[in-house]
């Protein structure tokens, strides 16, 4: 099975930054894509960055010249480096990966536990 740990959340003063870490398991699998995504308090998720296994990226507007999104594909790692952070960052950040297990052909979308990110003074 797939399993994603991530880590690098914590407490961050506004305009500071922040590097978020996801290794993904699974040696059985080919991570096709892989990213971010953040869900606010009384929000939905949503969409922060995704890259593909070809490092084609894929940014929220949101994040847009904030946030840089890399991957280590002999490591099954993808990073997301967060600078000049708001407090309208603040959200728990989920892991994403989308995945195929070798010898099949359908995509399955597997998700970390979360890592909370809380940008405040």
């Known amino acids: 099975q797939v399993q994603l740990v991530e880590s690098g959340g914590g407490l961050v003063q506004p305009g500071g930054s922040l590097r978020l870490s996801c290794a993904a398991s699974g040696s059985m699998f080919r991570f096709n894509e892989m990213g971010w995504y953040r869900q606010a308090p009384g929000k939905q998720r949503e969409l922060v960055a995704v890259?593909?296994?070809?490092?084609?990226?894929n940014y929220a507007d949101s994040v847009k010249g904030r946030v840089t999104i890399s991957r280590d594909n002999g490591k099954n790692t993808v990073y997301l480096q967060m600078d000049s952070l708001k407090a309208e960052d603040t959200a728990v950040y989920y892991c994403?990966?989308?995945?195929?297990?070798?010898?099949?052909?359908?995509?399955?979308?597997?998700w970390g536990q979360g890592t909370q990110v809380t940008v405040s003074s």
């Open positions: 994403y990966a989308r995945a195929v297990r070798l010898g099949d052909y359908v995509p399955r979308d597997y």
């Open positions: 890259i593909t296994s070809d490092r084609i990226t």
